[in-house]
């Protein structure tokens, strides 16, 4: 009597095998020639110009808004609400680069705060900051 053979589908993988591990040597062996990318970070000491000091809008919980200007120490006015762009501009045509920070009291509504740092964007004033005391 005769046998019937069947075939046997069989993927042989010892090729692959060497491949990847060729691969991988290479790897190995070319991985210590390549640089990483390095960054370069200013240093503390190469800045020649010290930053400049702000002008602080303070918005009291009274509704009052003084102007206090610390690059010129100790400059402190009341300004009414009305008169505040044009303060605000004066002095920004003096010194262009001068930030600008808010502090506003905790009690004041936000929309006063915000209120007033669209005015500043209206007056072309791109460096604005909010003044927060830090939590004890």
Not at 77 to 84: D, E, I, N, T
Not at 106 to 126: D, G, P
């Amino acid at each position: 009597m005769a046998r019937i053979r069947k075939q046997v589908a069989q993927i042989n993988v010892v090729p692959m095998i060497d491949v990847m591990l060729v691969l991988l040597v290479i790897f190995m062996v070319t991985a210590p020639f390549i640089n990483p990318a390095q960054v370069e970070l200013p240093s503390v000491g190469k800045t020649s110009q010290t930053p400049a000091q702000p002008l602080e809008i303070i918005i009291k919980a009274s509704g009052e808004y003084v102007l206090k200007n610390r690059a010129v120490a100790g400059e402190e006015q009341v300004v009414a609400k009305s008169a505040l762009a044009d303060e605000i501009a004066a002095l920004h045509l003096a010194s262009p680069d001068q930030p600008v920070v808010i502090a506003a009291d905790k009690s004041v509504r936000y929309e006063e705060v915000m209120n007033t740092m669209a005015l500043l964007q209206k007056l072309q004033i791109t460096r604005i900051g909010l003044l927060a005391r830090p939590a004890p």
